[in-house]
């Protein structure tokens, strides 16, 4: 198996592109080529060496996605030593017991931000070596600026880069690459070591099944500290995909048409966003431009499964297609930048509704499903073997195995996922009890409840943690009923409970911008959000909704009683992960009041 080392220099030798990278700078992307890649890489490296960083050394990374990430990112794995990847949303208490945990020796920050968290905490862990800045950094000692360290490293010659290739060789496919670590909804961060060969494998594992190459063009978004992000990097680049950084969510609409990217790494959360902003543009609209909205939208309907399975559309379909996608398709694509070949969505379920529409819009969406433990992908859809509602079929080299378990959540043929191949983390730094209770017979358990049907689709179901039983004897899983609500034009966030109820419940948060509309058109009168979440005719509307979206669901799975909050759940509130997922404890203990006389109301009446 390759380490990321070779596959890292291979693609610089093989490539040689003169758009490798690109980075935005005052206002306009610049390229930076394949050979100036490697020499920069080459010259922090040599810095590197020189404030002591060693194989095995653990060094931290506290950065938005950037150029100066990938290629910090590059440095130390070239040097054998262990990237700790950091979000910058968390707290300096989060990152002292991170930085404590892994024993790291420095850190390479971003921002003023950034730097200011990194020095307050330097001064309670004496461990912490270096500081290597990438904006302006104090003159202090142990602080550096990443700018002149790389400045001045780049030898005249060839020396310093034949320095790095002979370094970067000798490390071992079984090397740890990086300890990441997982985001704690649950209660601590735990840290993840993933191998060079971990990486590696999912990599090999991914460009089997995406023909990609030198003229496709990807956008990073997602953060680089998150597993999903960081392994489609290293795919991308081993491919000679040029990668082109996004300036923030604010410009990610202008980044699409600057870079016209064909391939992107999303999560379901930023496909609603898209979703949601045309739809309103739609709303908008005359009445004609609806109606040939929507019309376009069914003939993309109707048109697409014929192409999922390889099939020829009828001669009338294609006609209308042609005519319909003109006018309608192409707009939303040209929105994306016009090339838009993949989007690959991981990291939480996918509405299949969602996948539908931009299917039918001429923009396929990938669905896969994988853990950080698991490098991260186990599953993924990819061209001509796509089932929507499905992670897709288990890649190459991994194995999945579902044990069986009783309280599935309501699933037929569901039980825990167990994985096992070459992706698989050799386990978690420094708690040898995690690592037990993680693998049963060199098998990983994911935690994860899901199915396999007849042609090896994986379709997850639940969280098993999240499982809960009803006074009734009932098992539930949460997930399966919120999914229900993604990208539901009035629901913004759900969390469904009632673990020893009676019936179900859930706390909501509703989508304001569109259910402000709603009241402005009804003509209520309410003066704060509190005031609207309570009205009487606003409940009401949104019990019908809840209603429509879960008739599907058995009786003891549908939402009997619910709350609606006036607020988001945020990460700076500690609600939600860093990874925004839900933290259930935190969110219950803290509305604990609201949800017992939720129960109370239900029970009185």
Not at 149 to 161: E, H, L, T, Y
Request: proline share 5%; aromatic share 10%.
């Amino acid at each position: 198996m390759l380490t990321l080392n070779e596959m890292f220099l291979q693609a610089v030798d093989k490539f040689d592109k003169p758009d490798a990278l690109l980075t935005r700078i005052a206002g306009k992307y610049q390229n930076v080529s394949s050979r100036e890649v490697l020499r920069r890489v080459a010259a922090l490296a040599t810095a590197l060496t020189h404030w002591g960083v060693q194989r095995g050394e653990r060094v931290a990374i506290l950065s938005e996605n950037r150029l100066e990430w990938t290629l910090t990112d590059y440095a130390l794995l070239g040097l054998g030593a262990v990237v700790v990847p950091l979000y910058t949303t968390v707290s300096e208490s989060e990152i002292e017991y991170i930085l404590r945990d892994s024993a790291a020796q420095g850190m390479v920050v971003s921002s003023a931000e950034q730097l200011r968290k990194a020095l307050a905490v330097r001064a309670k862990l004496p461990e912490i070596r270096f500081i290597l800045a990438m904006e302006g950094a104090p003159s202090e000692p142990g602080v550096y600026r990443w700018q002149e360290a790389v400045a001045s490293r780049i030898a005249p010659g060839d020396d310093s880069v034949a320095w790095f290739r002979q370094r970067a060789l000798e490390a071992k496919a079984e090397d740890t690459a990086s300890l990441l670590y997982t985001s704690g909804t649950t209660g601590e961060p735990k840290g993840v070591m993933l191998t060079h060969s971990n990486f590696s494998s999912n990599v090999q594992a991914c460009k089997s099944l995406f023909p990609l190459g030198t003229k496709d063009r990807a956008l990073s978004f997602l953060p680089l500290c998150h597993v999903f992000e960081r392994m489609a990097e290293y795919w991308f680049f081993c491919q000679g995909v040029s990668i082109a950084y996004v300036e923030g969510i604010s410009a990610l609409a202008q980044n699409f048409l600057e870079v016209r990217p064909s391939i992107m790494a999303v999560v379901p959360r930023l496909l609603e966003s898209f979703h949601g902003r045309i739809m309103e543009n739609v709303r908008r609209a005359s009445p004609f431009r609806q109606k040939l909205f929507h019309r376009g939208l069914q003939v993309g309907q109707e048109y697409f499964p014929h192409r999922l399975q390889g099939k020829t559309p009828p001669l009338g379909l294609r006609l209308k297609h042609a005519v319909y996608d003109r006018l309608v398709g192409a707009k939303v694509r040209a929105s994306l930048g016009g090339r838009m070949t993949y989007l690959i969505s991981g990291a939480a379920p996918l509405a299949p509704e969602l996948a539908i529409f931009f299917h039918a819009m001429g923009v396929p969406v990938y669905e896969g499903y994988g853990l950080t433990e698991t490098s991260p992908v186990i599953a993924v859809n990819y061209p001509a073997h796509t089932k929507v509602g499905t992670v897709g079929p288990v890649i190459p080299g991994v194995e999945v195995r579902l044990e069986e378990d009783d309280s599935a959540g309501g699933s037929e043929n569901a039980g825990e996922i167990l994985v096992r191949g070459p992706n698989i983390t050799p386990g978690y730094y420094g708690v040898e009890s995690r690592n037990h209770l993680a693998f049963s017979d060199g098998w990983f358990r994911t935690g994860d409840l899901g199915t396999l049907d007849a042609d090896g689709y994986l379709r997850v179901t639940g969280r098993k943690k999240s499982l809960f039983k009803t006074s009734g004897g009932k098992y539930v899983a949460p997930e399966r009923i919120e999914n229900l609500f993604q990208g539901h034009p009035y629901v913004q966030q759900i969390m469904v409970l009632g673990s020893g109820q009676r019936s179900v419940g859930a706390l909501i948060v509703p989508n304001f911008e569109w259910l402000e509309v709603y009241v402005h058109e009804q003509q209520i009168e309410v003066k704060s959000r509190e005031e609207l979440v309570s009205h009487s005719e606003i409940r009401l509307f949104f019990q019908k909704q809840i209603e429509e979206a879960t008739k599907s669901l058995a009786p003891y799975e549908k939402i009997h009683h619910f709350v609606l909050l006036p607020r988001e759940f945020t990460t700076a509130s500690g609600e939600l992960s860093v990874t925004l997922k839900i933290k259930r404890r935190v969110v219950e203990e803290r509305y604990r009041d609201q949800i017992a006389r939720m129960y109370g109301a239900a029970q009185r009446g």
